[in-house]
Nanobody, 124 residues
């Protein structure tokens, strides 16, 4: 049983930064690929970033590449999403997700565990 708890969301002005955290419980965290997804009303859940179990490989959507950075601290069982140069179109509920395997993926259905989501609102 794996539990994911997200934090760090909030309200920020355009051009600002936020750092999201996802704390995981479970003995297999260090071998689990992790991802961040986001969703707005009326749209499907969108891939944002992912990281392999070891942290050696990362992947980003084109819309956030160069602005967002995913990282992980395996001894602390935590994955982070550093979001810089935020835009109003980044406004969404952000979800942390984990896989039962070490290879990171972009498709939401390939993830087994999900956090509750944290709201990120970027104002103009």
């Amino acid at each position: 049983q794996v539990q994911l708890v997200e934090s760090g969301g909030g309200l920020v002005q355009a051009g600002g930064s936020l750092r999201l955290s996802c704390a995981a419980s479970g003995r297999t965290f260090s071998a689990s690929a992790m991802g961040w997804f986001r969703q707005v009303p009326g749209k499907e859940r969108e891939f944002v970033a992912s990281i392999s179990g070891s942290g050696s490989r990362t992947s980003y959507s084109d819309s956030v590449k160069g602005r967002f950075t995913i990282s992980r601290d395996n001894p602390e069982n935590t994955v982070y999403l550093q979001m810089n140069s935020l835009k109003p179109e980044d406004t969404a509920v952000y979800y942390c997700a984990g896989r039962r395997f070490s290879l990171d993926q972009r498709d939401a259905y390939l993830y087994d565990y999900w956090g509750q989501g944290t709201q990120v609102t970027v104002s103009s």
